[in-house]
């Protein structure tokens, strides 16, 4: 696959006036006036600071060239605005390069230092794909500002695409995905389907009690023989968009992002 909430507070003041007055001869023996006292101001309510949303990071750990699974991760940082920055090895890492739009997927070719296949620019809430800038190991990762106001009743479809790295492979692999969330809290649940090249890689319903917050995770099926390992998160408000990374061991790891579907009349 090659936006903010401005929260506006209106403060209201209010002032009170106080009138002193005193009868005519009514002075005291020492000449002096006996003030009435002034109240003290009504104390202005202090200006909250916005919300911070957090982003949730999943990656997996790749060596290069043969694309083999080395490890996985998650993170979650107190921050937001920062989707497309991969922060690995030290270094802070564009997932999608400056200036490039993707309007599905977009993709670099290969090179003994760089190599990038990675989702579209149009989900707002979500980056995703696979990086590798001068690191020394690549990385699926799917990460973006954590899912706020998540559903617990009704359902969504969710369509975007994905990244496929073989292992041993000669290359980086893109295609599509699906998702079909439950979001009941009594059941919830979540499936989904990765088409990528001549390969169909189906991600299995994740079963009950799979969805732990704005999380997901859980094993599901795929071609050939064995389980495919996956996790990943929604993001934005309402669970607009969810990403997240998946492999099979000794043949494949990806990365997928998708966005909401509008509800069918």
Partial sequence: MKTSTLLALTL??????????????????????????????NPQPNPQPDPVVSRTNHRLQIT?????????????FADSGRINQLIVEGKTIDIIPDGITAGTTYSEPPTPSRERAVGSSSLSYTRFGYVRDNTANGYMVAQGET????????????????????????????????????FDGAQPGISGIINVDSDTITLGD???????????????????????????????????????VFHKQGEYSGAFGAAKQPQQP
Wanted: neutral net charge.
């Fill in 206 to 244: 994740f079963g009950r009690g799979q969805i732990a917050g704005s999380n997901f995770s859980g094993t599901g099926s795929g071609t050939g023989s064995g389980p495919v390992s996956f996790q990943g998160s929604f993001y934005g408000p309402n669970a607009a968009e969810l990403g997240g």
């Fill in 64 to 76: 290069p060239g043969s694309y083999a699974f080395i490890a996985a991760n998650a993170q979650q």
């Fill in 12 to 41: 209201a003041a209010f002032g009170l006036s106080a009138c002193a007055g005193g009868s005519s001869g009514s002075i005291l023996g020492d000449g002096s006036h006996n003030p009435s006292p002034n109240p003290n101001p």
């Fill in 147 to 182: 899912a706020t106001d998540m559903p617990t009743t009704g359902s969504a479809v969710y369509n975007g695409y994905a990244v496929l790295a073989k292992v041993g492979g000669s290359g980086l692999s893109t295609g599509s995905s699906r998702f079909d969330v439950n």
